[in-house]
Every structure is written in structure tokens, then in C-alpha cells.
């Protein structure tokens, strides 16, 4: 069965989305439509359904003056967005314990020495994606059916500035990298209950860090 061609609406949505997901449109950004529009060499009316649907997606919103402006969390906000992401990933790691195979903790394995070589040789900017792999897998293995889902979701709805991520600090890295052996130490021994503690301890610090910035 053929896929049916992308309309100009989707086409908007899908590089809005992926722009605001990965920050490359932060927060605060007012989008004018006709300015859009002519980036993306479409008509107004396309950009503006887009802008709809990310309005319902609680991605923009609509201000007097300013038109659609992309959210732009507050303090409040963070933290119950990490509160959440704490508890989502931290019972993915509970679950994931008793779940884990040796295939799936070579290949987490493998995943934490990579990051390890990439903080080693200063590559730096390529640690934030790779620990969202690292925590996403894991909580793919704890809840297949339902959990690693909800979780994907929660860390897609709000994108990490790129100036935010502790990731970019050596020290933080380090640190960071630290609790990620840890994790993987309780996965191997089935200790649900540190790999819980931790993953929600570890994940707690980056919010944190976020607020703080």
C-alpha cells in the first residue's frame, strides 16, 4: 500500500515540532506565520493550521500582542515536569531490573562506555541525546506495553535548551556518568529498589540544574 503524499500542513508541523523539540526554537520565540511561511516557501494558510496543532500539542500559545509565542516553562512547571520524569523512569528502572536480559544490558553497556569515550575525547554535545537513549531503553525494558511509551512522551513534550544541559559541563558529565554505572550495577544484580532510588535521584539533579539555569 502506497503512503499518501505529506500535506503542506504536516510538512509545517513536522519541522515546527522537531525546531521546538530540540530547542532549536526556544522557549519564548514568538512564530509569526508569514515570516514561517516564507522559511519554509509555503502559503500562510498551512503554517497556520500547523500553529493549531501545536497549540493543542500545549507547545505554543497565544498572547495579546504577540501572537503564537513558544512556551517557555517556569520554575512551577519544571519542577513538576522532572517530578513526573522521576517517577516515570524511576519504575521503568524497577521494572527493568527484574525484566533485563544479558543481551539488553551488554547493549546498555556498550551505550554508557560510548558516552564514557565521548566525555573522554571532550565530544560533549553528544552526550544529552545519547543519555535520553540510555533512559528510554531502559524504560522500554521495564514497561514494553505501556510505561517506555509514556515516557517517550513526557521527555518529547518539552525540549532542553541546549544551554541548559548539564551535559555540557565536564564536571556535571562526570557526575552524571557516575549514576549512570550505578544504575547499570543495580540493573545486573536485580536490585529494583537502588535502581529505582538512583535513576530518581539522578534525574531529580538534572532538574535541578535546569531551574538553576
Known amino acids: 500500500m502506497s503512503t499518501p503524499p505529506e500535506s503542506k500542513a504536516d510538512y509545517v508541523y513536522r519541522v515546527l515540532l522537531d525546531e521546538i523539540r530540540t530547542a532549536r526554537i526556544p522557549g519564548g520565540t514568538a512564530l509569526r506565520a508569514a515570516a514561517v511561511a516564507q522559511r519554509l516557501g509555503v502559503s500562510v494558510t498551512p503554517v497556520r493550521e500547523a500553529l493549531r496543532r501545536l497549540e493543542n500539542d ?3 500559545r497565544y498572547e495579546a500582542h504577540h501572537g ?7 520554575d512551577e512547571a519544571l519542577e513538576e515536569y522532572y517530578g513526573v520524569r522521576a517517577v516515570l523512569e524511576g519504575l ?3 521494572l527493568a531490573a527484574a525484566r533485563i536480559s544479558p543481551a539488553d544490558l551488554g547493549s546498555l553497556r556498550a551505550l554508557h562506555e560510548g558516552m564514557a569515550a565521548d566525555l573522554g575525547r571532550g565530544r560533549l ?5 545519547r543519555s535520553q537513549d ?3 531503553r531502559i524504560t522500554d525494558i ?9 515516557a517517550r512522551a513526557v521527555r518529547t513534550s518539552v525540549p532542553v535548551p541546549a544551554a541548559a544541559s548539564l551535559w555540557l559541563d565536564p564536571v556535571l558529565a562526570a557526575r552524571q556518568l557516575e549514576a549512570h ?8 544484580a536485580r536490585d529494583a529498589a537502588t535502581a529505582e532510588r538512583v535513576m530518581i535521584e539522578h534525574v531529580r539533579q538534572a532538574g535541578r540544574h535546569r531551574r538553576a539555569r
Open 125 to 129: 554535545t553528544r552526550l544529552g541525546a
Open 181 to 188: 554505572a550505578a544504575i547499570l550495577h543495580a540493573l545486573a
Open 58 to 60: 500545549r507547545l505554543i
Open 134 to 136: 540510555f533512559h528510554l
Open 142 to 150: 521495564g514497561g514494553p506495553a505501556y510505561l517506555g511509551q509514556q
Open 68 to 74: 503564537a509565542t513558544v512556551v517557555d516553562l517556569g
Open 92 to 94: 521503568g528502572a524497577r
